[in-house]
């Protein structure tokens, strides 16, 4: 098992125990998000990506 980081500091520690932070990053799972919510995020992924590519093209073609 890991070894739990010390808080940076009290303001840190307080904030960590009252809004239930997690204390380090890899505790997030994100496999096991429920599948809307893994496709709307692919959704606004992709659409970000294509809108990118579209304004470039259309950009370069002017």
């Not at 009252?18 to 809307?36: F, Q, R, V």
């Amino acid at each position: 098992m890991k070894e739990k980081k010390p808080p940076f500091n009290d303001a840190i520690d307080h904030f960590n125990k009252i809004e239930g932070n997690a204390t380090d990053p890899s505790n997030a799972k994100l496999k096991n998000l429920p599948k809307p919510i893994k496709y709307i995020g692919y959704f606004i992924v992709f659409f970000l990506i294509i809108a990118f590519l579209i304004i470039f093209i259309l950009n370069v073609i002017k």
